[in-house]
């Protein structure tokens, strides 16, 4: 292990992306600690300590709600618009159309997205003034002062898209994805804090056990990662048969499940503390109680669980469906000349696809899902909030980009050998 580590320092292309990846990573660190102008931090800090759930809503953000960072909505935006555009490419023939046009198409969908980012940072930015102001009856920023909230809101909004622009920087000069390396450093800069929450509340056994924990849920996750199906194919295009095979991951659908569940299942919560907060009437007020009551983010009920186990795995079907075209893949495989023994190719290759894909999305899907209630389960019986030391749901992404680093490292220090015969 050590000779490898030493190997990828001795790569020059390979150390140059990793030295680049790290002071871009100082960067948004030390963004992050930037408060917005204009907020009162000192009430704000009360509030994150008077409200725990504003933790979970903070990691919901990817950002820094703490002390309402100038980046606090992080990639959200960004990503929202992201999934935005995958879903109008079903809808809207154009934008599937580029879809399929490679690199060029490509390039138009990510200018639709950047444009598309900025108008839903800025009403984004509204609501989370909103909703800071409910939490603290209207102390963190004066709402009533229109000018105030809009220089706010430019403020947030022009940080989201130089974050936007950051996460683009790096993915071009650093070691992989922009997007996946800033919420990798979000979460792990977020374990010291934990741990030593952990150490201070005395309990030992508990921490002990949570490290165990930890450690297998990494294990599992990383087999879960790993696991795929191979389809068999034969191609015929050279005149004799080569064997080969087509992967479908058991994890198809990675994070997005859980970023769109995790969006919709606390908009209830956001809601109600909103109506509970304006004094808007009797009416109002017992539907925010109602709304709170069943989907806090602090004390999550069976329900919320419930729906948000079902979101999860109803958005992994939904996601993967659209994302995953079996009639392009097997018009791809036909162009080849290959097939699949045993059956025909094209539309049959596709349905037979499809069937193999549903069902490793079916075991895909119910993992991700309980991975992503687990917590909530574990907290309900034992009668505390209880986490791992990693959040579970947030060891998937964490766990894919390591080995998706690792994947890509050694494939270019493979390349670089290669071209030493050159």
Do not use: C
Request: hydrophobic share 50%; glycine share 6%.
């Amino acid at each position: 292990m050590l000779h490898s580590i030493k190997s990828v320092f001795e790569n020059k292309n390979i150390k140059k992306k990793i030295i680049a990846t790290l002071l871009l990573v100082l960067v948004y660190k030390l963004l992050a600690v930037i408060p917005v102008y204009g907020v009162d931090t000192s009430k704000l800090a009360a509030i994150m300590e008077a409200n725990k759930g504003l933790s979970f809503f903070s990691a919901l953000m990817w950002g820094w709600l703490s002390n309402f960072s100038i980046i606090l909505m992080g990639l959200s935006p960004y990503i929202n618009a992201m999934i935005i555009i995958q879903l109008l490419g079903v809808i809207v023939p154009k934008i599937g159309d580029l879809q399929k046009e490679g690199d060029a198409g490509q390039r138009k969908i990510t200018k639709y997205t950047r444009w598309l980012t900025l108008p839903l940072a800025f009403v984004q930015s509204y609501w989370m003034i909103v909703l800071m102001n409910s939490l603290a009856s209207g102390t963190i920023i004066d709402i009533s002062n229109t000018q105030t909230v809009l220089m706010a809101m430019t403020i947030i909004t022009a940080w989201t898209i130089f974050l936007m622009w950051l996460w683009e920087v790096m993915t071009e000069n650093g070691i992989w994805n922009g997007i996946s390396i800033i919420i990798t450093a979000w979460v792990l800069s977020a374990v010291p804090g934990s741990i030593m929450g952990h150490i201070s509340w005395g309990d030992y056994p508990l921490f002990v056990w949570l490290i165990i924990a930890t450690l297998l849920i990494i294990y599992v996750i990383i087999k879960f990662t790993e696991g795929n199906r191979r389809i068999p194919l034969i191609y015929t295009r050279t005149g004799r048969e080569e064997k080969s095979y087509f992967p479908i991951r058991i994890n198809q659908a990675g994070m997005i499940p859980i970023i769109f569940a995790v969006s919709l299942v606390t908009f209830p919560a956001i809601i109600g503390q909103i109506l509970t907060w304006d004094g808007s009437g009797a009416t109002a007020t017992s539907i925010g109680n109602f709304l709170l009551t069943y989907f806090s983010m602090t004390n999550p009920s069976w329900y919320f669980i419930a729906v948000y186990f079902l979101l999860v795995l109803g958005f992994s079907f939904f996601y993967v469906s659209i994302t995953f075209n079996t009639e392009n893949v097997a018009e791809s495989i036909q162009k080849r000349g290959g097939y699949i023994p045993g059956i025909r190719p094209g539309s049959d290759t596709a349905d037979y696809l499809t069937k193999v894909s549903d069902h490793l999305n079916l075991f895909g899907g119910w993992f991700l899902a309980l991975i992503a209630v687990l917590p909530y389960i574990m907290s309900k019986f034992m009668g505390q909030s209880v986490d791992f030391i990693i959040s579970a749901a947030w060891l998937i992404i964490i766990v894919s980009v390591i080995l998706d680093i690792v994947r890509k490292t050694d494939a270019e220090m493979k390349m670089q050998d290669y071209s030493k015969f050159n």
